[in-house]
Every structure is written in C-alpha cells, then in structure tokens.
C-alpha cells in the first residue's frame, strides 16, 4: 500500500528557509517522479515542481524558481522540498504526491507551513 | 504558463440531481500522442485531493460511475449523474500537457 509520510508543521520568520521531508513507502521509490503542491488557506492548489527520484532531475514552476529546490535520498526513499526567503504569502499547506503518467495518484497528508514575524 | 478556467465557482445541488462542472484551457491539451492532458480532482473537506478523472475521460480505480467527464481540445466537463452526500467538496481541473496548472476550483454544497 502507497504510503507517502510529510514531517511536521513549521512556523517560520519572513526571509528565513523551511526544508519539508516525505517519505515513501509501498512501492519502489525511483520508479515514479513525485511532485510537490501548496495551498494556501482557503485558496487553491498550486503546483511547485517535479523530481525525478532516480536521476535526482528537477522542473520548477517558474514563478518559484530561484527559490523552490528539491531533492531526494534514494537510501531512505524520502524527497525534500526547500523554500528559501520565506514571505508571508508562502503560508501554506504544502502536499508532496507520486506521479504516474502525467497525472497524480497518491498524496501526504500535508505540511502547515506558517510565515510570520 | 497554461491557464485553467473553472466554472461555476460554486454550486448547491439537491441530492439525486445532476451537476456538472466546466473547465476550459488557454491552449490545447492535445497531444502529438494522441492523449488529452486533461484530469479531475476532488478534494474533500480536510483532505489532500483525490484523482477522479484521468485523460478527460476515464475513471481511475474506485470512482463510482456516477463520475463522468467529457469533452476535447479547450473544453472540458466534469459531470456527476446523481449528487450524494459525500460528493462534497472542491472540484479542480489540472492539465499536464504542458509542466502542470490546476483551475481555480468549483466548491460543490449539498442543498
């Protein structure tokens, strides 16, 4: 059974960087990419970026790029997402969730990421 | 960047009537494959979304045939026969032709 496992909410300064786990469980890792989307309260879903698990490849949303980096550690089946200079309007849910074939199947249970002086 | 247009952007349905949503892209998502990169999902009061629709017209795996979606090219419509209780929530379009944008979202109530 698909598990995909978010760390813990995080309050942050405005400039500071908030680094996100999700670990994967229940089928093999390196096999599917795995995106990472944001909502902000009672807005939509926003879509961040792709990694590739096996080769470590990104694509980034280009309204984040220069910000956003993601990353992976194929020995814990677990990817990272990194946002640096954290703005209030960065106050989010943020959801990492397994791609197959250009669509989306599986997502974690989110991370509340809250930015605040 | 593609953009989607969701409408309406809300809609209250009694139980047992229809409802359908519209979701209309900036470009094309037609494919030199042959597939259409068009999905819908639901996302239901305190919970990540769930996929419901796959390449504008197929079910994914547990979807009550109630769910159905239709439509090419630009336009898009995601139609449920019979509206139940636990059909709440927020309906969103999403396209991957091109990186990946999701519509703006239809919040359907229960009348």
């Known amino acids: 059974q698909v598990h995909l496992v978010q760390s813990g909410a995080e309050v942050k300064n405005p400039g500071a960087s908030v680094k996100i786990s999700c670990k994967a469980s229940?089928?093999?890792?390196?096999?599917?990419?795995m995106h990472w989307v944001r909502q902000a309260p009672g807005q939509g879903l926003e879509w961040m970026g792709i990694?590739?698990?096996?080769?470590?490849?990104?694509s980034y949303a280009q309204k984040l790029q220069g910000r956003v980096t993601m990353t992976r550690d194929t020995s814990t089946s677990t990817v990272y997402m990194e946002l640096s200079s954290l703005k209030s309007e960065d106050t989010a849910v943020y959801y990492c969730?397994?791609?197959?074939?250009?669509?989306?199947?599986?997502w974690g249970q989110g991370t509340l990421v809250t930015v605040s002086s | 960047e593609i953009v989607m247009t969701q409408t309406p952007f809300s809609l209250s349905v009694t139980p047992g009537q229809p409802a359908s949503i519209s979701c209309k892209s900036s470009q094309s998502l037609l494919h030199s494959d042959g597939k259409t990169y068009l999905y819908w999902y639901l996302q239901k009061p305190g919970q990540p979304p769930q996929l419901l629709i796959y390449?504008?017209?197929n079910r994914f795996s547990g979807v009550p045939d109630r769910f159905s979606g239709s439509g090419s090219g630009t336009d898009f419509t995601l139609k449920i026969s019979r509206v139940e209780a636990e059909d709440v929530g927020v309906y969103y379009c999403?396209?991957?032709?091109?990186?990946?944008?999701f519509g703006q979202g239809t919040k359907l109530e229960i009348k």
């Open positions: 990694i590739n698990p096996a080769s470590g490849g990104t």
């Open positions: 969730a397994r791609d197959i074939s250009a669509t989306i199947d599986y």
């Open positions: 999403m396209q991957s032709i091109q990186l990946y944008t």
């Open positions: 390449e504008v017209s």
């Open positions: 229940g089928y093999t890792f390196t096999t599917y990419y």
